[in-house]
């Protein structure tokens, strides 16, 4: 069944808050530092580091997967974000900003990471994606963290929205490297396959379950609630930081009770200390419902296998059938 994606084009793009205000004079002085001193240097030539290969930054593991899956041996790709690390806590090194500076193509969401933001705008990478501008953002409503007017930016987590990134990616690596444009073709209708068979995967998965309502640790499946018809309960905002009001948390209590919720669902890269917390309260089981921020080990886990387990998770939370 094919995949039905939002008109990314016929949607405007919102301008939206960044999840947290990080202080970008850190990343502003390295930069800064760098074009000054004349330490970075980039040939017009793609693929400059003498690999042959593309050299492709991307601000977060869910980019750096798409670009290994579509560029396949084409592409050197480097994550910004170290596995296992809490992507919208990244400060770059010198050494990170250098690599944006040189690179063939820079993968990253305007808004998740402020430092990438800054380091791609003061460098000029040959060419840049930014996923905001492929995927409408959207405001999700209260999310008990102060930030009920930002636009959310979990796009990756709805596996439709996910594959118009992928294909956007695709364009892109075929505008920088036109030689192995249909290597980049063939890449990207495999991966859209595994994409549109995990989209129905869900969506069947999640059609005749007992409960619809999900607690989670941060308000980051809205786009994945919305589309497969579930309510999201974030016990912090968008930021996994965000620290919910003790008003809020009674909130959440009392919805756990009157929805007959059965699950906390915490994350890997954040503390889990107040939904398990939350859990022992309730009487509710704790388990993990992974935002796919970061993989701790990319050589036995990847975005597919992660969403399937999420898939698994709430099937048993919601008592689906």
Not at 77 to 101: C, F, M, W, Y
Not at 108 to 125: F, R
Not at 263 to 280: D, G, I, N, Y
């Amino acid at each position: 069944m094919p995949i039905h994606r939002r008109d990314a084009q016929a949607l405007p793009t919102r301008n939206r808050r960044s999840r947290r205000v990080i202080p970008a004079a850190t990343a502003v002085a390295a930069v800064t530092t760098l074009l000054l001193g004349g330490c970075v240097k980039a040939s017009d030539k793609p693929g400059a580091a003498g690999s042959g290969k593309l050299d492709v930054v991307a601000g977060f593991y869910p980019f750096a997967f798409l670009a290994e899956r579509i560029g396949g041996d084409h592409v050197a790709v480097r994550n910004l974000t170290k596995p296992g690390a809490e992507p919208h806590d990244l400060e770059l090194t010198p050494s990170q900003i250098g690599a944006i500076s040189r690179a063939d193509l820079a993968i990253y969401e305007k808004g998740l990471q402020p430092q990438v933001d800054t380091a791609i705008g003061q460098n000029q990478p040959k060419a840049a994606l930014d996923a905001a501008t492929v995927v409408h953002l959207e405001n999700h409503g209260d999310l008990g963290g102060g930030d009920s007017h930002s636009a959310d930016p979990h796009i990756w987590l709805d596996p439709v929205d996910y594959a118009e990134i992928a294909d956007a990616v695709s364009a892109k690596l075929q505008q920088v490297d036109p030689q192995h444009a249909a290597d980049y073709q063939v890449d990207q209708a495999a991966l859209d396959k595994d994409l549109s068979t995990l989209a129905d995967d869900y969506k069947t998965g999640l059609a005749h379950c007992r409960r619809k309502d999900i607690v989670t640790s941060h308000a980051a499946f809205g786009y994945l609630a919305e589309r497969y018809g579930l309510t999201q309960i974030p016990i912090a905002g968008l930021s996994p930081e965000d620290e919910p009001s003790a008003a809020h948390l009674a909130r959440i209590h009392d919805l756990i009770k009157t929805k007959g919720v059965t699950t906390v669902f915490f994350e890997t890269l954040a503390s889990p200390k107040t939904a398990q917390t939350l859990a022992a309260d309730t009487g509710t089981k704790a388990a993990v419902l992974d935002p796919i921020e970061g993989v701790q080990d990319p050589s036995k886990q990847d975005y597919l296998s992660v969403m399937r387990d999420n898939l698994a998770a709430l099937r048993t939370a919601l008592g689906c059938s």
